[in-house]
T-cell receptor
Framework: AQTVTQSQPEMSVQEAETVTLSCTYDTSESNYYLFWYKQPPSRQMILVIRQEAYKQQNATENRFSVNFQKAAKSFSLKISDSQLGDTAMYFCAFTQGAQKLVFGQGTRLTINP | DSGVTQTPKHLITATGQRVTLRCSPRSGDLSVYWYQQSLDQGLQFLIQYYNGEERAKGNILERFSAQQFPDLHSELNLSSLELGDSALYFC???????????FGSGTRLTVV
C-alpha cells in the first residue's frame, strides 16, 4: 500500500530562519511523483513544489527546495529565509501516474515574528 | 483563482438530509478527484473520475455518490447526513502530465 508519513505534527521557527519538514513514503514502484502542498488558514490547497522520481536533481522554487533521497524514500522540504506568510499546514503527497494523490497527515508550521 | 470552481463555499444542513456539491475542473483537465478533510486531519481520497468514467474509489461511504458529466463538471452527492460528515470537501483536477493537481477552494459542510 502507498503511504506517506510526516513525523513532525508541529514545528515553530523564528522569521528569517531555515526550517526543514520531513516526509517519508512507501512504494514498490520506480516512477512516481512527489509534491508538497501548503494549506494556509484560508484552507486553500496550494502547490509548493513537485519532484519527479526519475530526476535525480532536487527541485527548487525560490525559497523552497527539496532533499529527495530515493533509496531512503525520503522527501524533505526546506524553507529558507522563512516569512510570516509561510505559516500554514504543509502536506507531503505522492502519486503514481494518473492516480489519486496520497497525502501525509501534515505538519503545522508556525513562523514567529 | 486556481481555475477549479467549487460551489457552494459553505453549506449548513440537518442530519438526515441530502446535499450536492459541485465542481468545475480547470479548463482542459479530464480528471476530477474528490477529497474529504475533517477538522485538523489530512485529506482522505473519496473518488476519481476521468472523462466521465469512474477511475478509482477510496474510502467513500455508500451514502455518498458522485458523477462526472459530459461537460466534465462533477457532483458529489451526500445523503442521510450524519454529524460526522461535517468536513471540508475538496475537488481537484489534473490534466496530462504530472504538474500537480489543482484544488478548488473547497466546500465547508456543517451538519447540525
Amino acid at each position: 500500500a502507498q503511504t506517506v508519513t510526516q513525523s513532525q505534527p508541529e514545528m515553530s521557527v523564528q522569521e528569517a530562519e531555515t526550517v526543514t519538514l520531513s516526509c517519508t513514503y512507501d512504494t514498490s514502484e520506480s516512477n512516481y511523483y512527489l509534491f508538497w502542498y501548503k494549506q494556509p488558514p484560508s484552507r486553500q490547497m496550494i502547490l509548493v513544489i513537485r519532484q519527479e522520481a526519475y530526476k535525480q536533481q532536487n527541485a527548487t522554487e525560490n525559497r523552497f527546495s527539496v532533499n529527495f533521497q530515493k533509496a531512503a524514500k525520503s522527501f524533505s522540504l526546506k524553507i529558507s529565509d522563512s516569512q510570516l506568510g509561510d505559516t500554514a499546514m504543509y502536506f507531503c503527497a505522492f502519486t503514481q501516474g494518473a492516480q489519486k494523490l496520497v497525502f501525509g497527515q501534515g505538519t503545522r508550521l508556525t513562523i514567529n515574528p | 483563482d486556481s481555475g477549479v470552481t467549487q460551489t457552494p463555499k459553505h453549506l449548513i444542513t440537518a442530519t438526515g438530509q441530502r446535499v450536492t456539491l459541485r465542481c468545475s475542473p480547470r479548463s482542459g483537465d479530464l480528471s476530477v478527484y474528490w477529497y474529504q478533510q475533517s477538522l485538523d486531519q489530512g485529506l482522505q481520497f473519496l473518488i476519481q473520475y476521468y472523462n466521465g468514467e469512474e477511475r478509482a474509489k477510496g474510502n467513500i461511504l455508500e451514502r455518498f455518490s458522485a458523477q462526472q458529466f459530459p461537460d466534465l463538471h462533477s457532483e458529489l452527492n451526500l445523503s442521510s447526513l450524519e454529524l460526522g460528515d461535517s468536513a471540508l470537501y475538496f475537488c481537484a483536477s489534473s490534466g496530462q502530465g504530472h504538474y500537480g493537481y489543482t484544488f478548488g477552494s473547497g466546500t465547508r459542510l456543517t451538519v447540525v
